[in-house]
């Protein structure tokens, strides 16, 4: 099995930055992909962008250029650098990790973008 944990949330002025961090355990060797969600109140959840074993990234065009993904192999750690944030940009973050048999999704992580 796979856990993972997201942390780095919080209450950000626009245009200012966070970084969210997704902490890996358990059998992360089978791990072949880790996603950043979101989901804003009355919207599905959306994939903003992912990671997989081999290095290849995923950033979706609603972020591309503010928003990068990079991971810490050693910590086994994903993270998701937000910068220029808008207010658009809040929403409840979630890291899913996805193996060939099955995914973990974390708790969650709120990011509240003031105007």
């Known amino acids: 099995q796979v856990q993972v944990v997201e942390s780095g949330g919080g209450l950000v002025q626009a245009g200012g930055s966070l970084r969210l961090s997704c902490a890996a355990s358990g059998s992360t060797y089978r791990i072949n992909v880790i996603g950043w969600y979101r989901q804003a109140p009355g919207k599905q959840r959306e994939l903003v962008a992912s990671?997989?074993?081999?290095?290849?990234?995923y950033i979706a065009d609603s972020v591309k250029g503010r928003f990068t993904i990079s991971r810490d192999n050693a910590k086994y750690t994903v993270y998701l650098q937000l910068n220029s944030l808008k207010p658009d940009d809040t929403a409840v973050y979630y890291c899913k990790a996805e193996t060939s048999r099955f995914a973990s999704w974390g708790q969650g992580t709120q990011v509240t973008v003031s105007s």
């Open positions: 990671i997989s074993s081999d290095g290849r990234t």
